[in-house]
Nanobody, 125 residues
């Protein structure tokens, strides 16, 4: 069982930056692919970014590509999401996710095995 705890959310002005962190309880963090999803008010949850076990393969949604950077530190059992050039439409609850696979169907459909409880990001205009 992997427990995920997000932190780093908050209120920021448009154009600003935030860095989200997700700490995993599992000692063997490194076997899992990690990622971030987000859910804006009144909208469905959507995939944002994914990083594989070694950090060598990264995938971004078009909506965040070029502005967000996902990374991981396996020694600290932590994955990060650096968010730059934030826009009001980035306002959402951001959820950390983990899965032993990088199957696109699982990730793009949000059918991964483990979820955090989320952290709220609000971008003011």
């Amino acid at each position: 069982q992997v427990q995920l705890v997000e932190s780093g959310g908050g209120l920021v002005q448009a154009g600003g930056s935030l860095r989200l962190s997700c700490a995993a309880s599992e000692r063997t963090f490194s076997p899992y692919a990690m990622g971030w999803f987000r859910q804006a008010p009144g909208k469905e949850r959507e995939f944002a970014a994914r990083i594989n076990r070694s950090g060598g393969t990264i995938v971004y949604a078009d909506s965040v590509k070029g502005r967000f950077t996902i990374s991981r530190d396996n020694a600290k059992n932590t994955v990060y999401l650096q968010m730059n050039s934030l826009k009001p439409e980035d306002t959402a609850a951001y959820y950390c996710a983990a899965d032993p696979t990088t199957y696109d169907n699982k990730w793009y459909r949000g059918s991964v095995d483990y979820w955090g409880k989320g952290t709220l990001v609000t971008v003011s205009s």
